[in-house]
């Protein structure tokens, strides 16, 4: 587990040892002594009411940009671009994680047809930010799916795997570069980085589905029953 997180944790299960111990003083008359037992005889609620307060917590940071989040960059888009479920994920071509993850949301592309993936670039590695504003400029061109994909299988986000990658999907250099150095592509990474803020995303990559968020390479298969709770099925 990494530092922040064992720090939430820690925060989240003194809250909660904290509420327990004034509801039970409060309605039973049970002071601290019987309070520290139960919990000790007890010890699997401490964790479950963290995960439980933490997701609390992310539902209603999610709840302030939902409508901000899911709306793409023009063209940002993996999957079924008028796919009635969205999958959100805040990426960066420098992160290893995030090339990892990449199977997973073919495959749940693949498997859902109804799945709109709309992918905010998020550049929080050294050197990666010049893939973030070219990945918009690809969009532009209606090439981002090719783009996104090649870029992963190259590599780090190297000066020249970018080049390699822009020959690859034939992308318009002369229109991607003026687009990469446009308000739009500046706004859209300025604008990533604030909801990821706002969010309370420690890094990539990010998912949001539904009212559920995650952080890190978490696997299909949680995303996929986070997929089918948001259809309803």
């Known amino acids: 587990m990494t530092d922040w997180k064992s720090h939430i944790l820690t925060g989240s299960i003194a809250l909660i040892f904290g509420f327990i111990g004034a509801a039970i003083w409060q309605f039973s008359g049970i002071g601290d002594t019987r309070t520290r037992a139960f919990l000790i005889d007890n010890p699997d609620i401490l964790p479950e009411m963290a ?7 992310a539902a209603e940071r999610l709840a302030s940009v939902e409508q901000d989040v899911v709306q793409p960059f023009p063209g940002a888009i993996l999957g079924n671009p008028d796919g009635d479920v969205t999958l959100v994920e805040f990426s960066d071509y420098g992160c290893t994680y995030c090339r990892m993850s990449r199977p997973d949301i073919d495959a749940l592309i693949a498997e859902n047809p109804d799945l709109k993936v709309v992918v905010r670039e998020w550049p929080i590695f050294q050197g990666s930010d010049g893939a973030a504003k070219l990945a918009l400029a690809a969009a532009q061109q209606g090439k981002f799916a090719q783009f996104h994909d090649v870029m992963f299988s190259l590599g780090s986000p190297t000066p020249e795997n970018m080049a390699q990658a822009a020959a690859i999907v034939e992308l318009d ?10 308000q739009d592509v500046e706004l859209e990474l300025a604008r990533n980085l604030g909801l990821a803020r706002q969010l309370g ?3 990539t ?4 589905i539904g009212n559920r968020v995650y952080e890190g390479a978490v696997g299909k298969e949680l995303l996929q029953e986070a997929i089918s709770e948001a259809r309803g099925s």
């Open 51 to 57: 995960e439980a307060y933490d997701r609390q917590q």
């Open 173 to 182: 250099m002369e229109k991607a570069q003026a687009a990469m150095e446009s």
């Open 201 to 203: 995303f420690a890094g």
């Open 205 to 208: 990559p990010s998912f949001i």
